[in-house]
């Protein structure tokens, strides 16, 4: 259960990105406040900072190319990084998904 102010965010990464966190699976952040895109990364990099940059840009946080943001079967990659996230992803319910995108044909 999270504290007053905090949610407990479930996150999903690709599996390079798992691999270079040394994770297994999917993981939980504890965000503090208004659980949207930008305090998701926020604490995702926080608790795991060898992920800073790979997500998005060091410098300016923003989306890096190639690298797509989903929850409840949305594709969020073009939302306003401090748009609220779904009332399931803020509670736990849903994950909060971060793909790597596929280019050619």
Same mark, same amino acid.
């Given at each position: 259960?999270?504290?007053?102010? /905090? $949610?407990?965010?479930?996150?999903?990464? @690709? $599996?390079?990105?798992?691999?270079?966190?040394?994770?297994?699976?999917?993981?939980?952040?504890?965000?503090?406040?208004?659980?949207?895109? +930008? $305090?998701?990364? %926020?604490?995702? &990099?926080?608790?795991? @900072?060898? #992920?800073?940059?790979?997500? /998005?840009? /060091?410098?300016?946080?923003?989306?890096?190319? =190639?690298? /797509? =943001?989903?929850?409840? &079967? &949305?594709?969020?990659?073009?939302?306003?990084?401090?748009? @609220?996230? @779904?009332?399931?992803?803020?509670?736990? +319910? &849903?994950?909060?998904?971060? #793909? %790597?995108?596929?280019?050619?044909?």
């Amino acid at each position: 259960m999270s504290a007053p102010g /905090r $949610s407990t965010v479930r996150v999903v990464l @690709p $599996s390079p990105l798992r691999a270079m966190a040394g994770l297994d699976k999917e993981i939980a952040v504890e965000v503090e406040g208004e659980v949207t895109q +930008r $305090s998701v990364l %926020g604490a995702l &990099e926080a608790a795991y @900072p060898m #992920l800073l940059g790979t997500i /998005r840009g /060091r410098h300016d946080a923003v989306r890096r190319p =190639f690298v /797509r =943001f989903f929850a409840c &079967e &949305e594709d969020l990659s073009h939302d306003d990084p401090d748009t @609220p996230l @779904p009332a399931a992803v803020a509670d736990g +319910r &849903e994950p909060y998904i971060v #793909l %790597g995108a596929m280019a050619g044909g």
